[in-house]
Nanobody, 123 residues
Framework: QVQLVESGGGLAQAGGSLRLSCAAS????????MGWFRQAPGKEREFVAA????????YYADSVKGRFTISKDNAKNTMYLQMNSLKPEDTAIYYC????????????????WGQGTQVTVSS
């Protein structure tokens, strides 16, 4: 069983920055990749970013490429999403997730999910 707890969401102005954190606990040793997804009101959950737990090239959605950065701290079992140049369309609930398969944009690859943290960007 893996537990994921997100933090760092809140209110930001357009052009501003936020940093999301996701602390993992429990049986995390089987996980091979981590990811961030988001869901805006009235929309389906969408992929944001993913990274292999061992490192490597990160994956980003085109909508956040160049603005968001996914990273991790293995020693702390924590992953991060640095969000810069925020836009009102980034407003959503952000979820972190772990996969025991590998990184990718398909949510079905990810078995463990956090409870989500709200990010609101005002114009």
């Amino acid at each position: 069983q893996v537990q994921l707890v997100e933090s760092g969401g809140g209110l930001a102005q357009a052009g501003g920055s936020l940093r999301l954190s996701c602390a993992a606990s429990g049986r995390t040793f089987r996980n091979r990749a981590m990811g961030w997804f988001r869901q805006a009101p009235g929309k389906e959950r969408e992929f944001v970013a993913a990274l292999s737990w061992s490192g490597g090239i990160p994956y980003y959605a085109d909508s956040v490429k160049g603005r968001f950065t996914i990273s991790k701290d293995n020693a702390k079992n924590t992953m991060y999403l640095q969000m810069n140049s925020l836009k009102p369309e980034d407003t959503a609930i952000y979820y972190c997730a772990l996969s025991d398969v590998g990184p990718g944009s398909d949510a079905r690859l990810f078995r463990s999910w956090g409870q989500g943290t709200q990010v609101t960007v005002s114009s």
